[in-house]
């Protein structure tokens, strides 16, 4: 099921009503559901693996590599994961060189990760979250 790594709640706000943030993996599992994803098995997930959360250390060939910021890191069914670069601006470099979109590098990995199979449910997110009332009771 849908959840933190600790069993509990992933604070995934993509997943959730734009004003009642309902992160019980029950209720991110359904709103899965609703968008036509797999939710027969769940991966692990960073969530939030933007530019500025991947350190890489500038000295030749030692190229040694830290990710930082985890607090969202959970299990999420697999198509959750391409979905995410298609949405989420927060994945966007945040210093663009001219010329250059800011979406790029989030645009080149959801390219790839399609290569490797990841389904996108951009269209069916963006339907959804159209529609899905702005509050709801539990």
């Given amino acids: 099921m849908f959840g933190g790594v600790d069993g509990k709640y992933m604070p995934e706000n993509y997943l959730t009503n734009l004003y009642n943030r309902d992160f019980r993996p029950q209720e991110l599992t359904e709103n899965c559901q609703m968008l036509g994803m797999d939710c027969s098995t769940f991966v692990f997930y960073h969530a939030d693996l933007g530019p500025v959360n991947i350190i890489v250390e500038d000295i030749p060939k030692a190229g040694t590599i830290g990710i930082i910021d985890w607090e969202i ?17 927060g994945l966007d470099l945040p210093d663009a060189s001219p010329g250059e979109e800011s979406y ?11 290569k490797r199979g990841f389904v996108d449910h951009a269209k069916e997110w963006t339907a959804w979250r159209r529609n899905k009332p702005i509050s709801q009771t539990n």
């Fill in 73 to 89: 890191a959970g299990y999420v069914p697999k198509g959750w994961i391409r979905t995410k670069f298609r949405l989420s601006s």
């Fill in 104 to 114: 790029w590098w989030r645009s080149e990995v959801q390219k790839l990760l399609e």
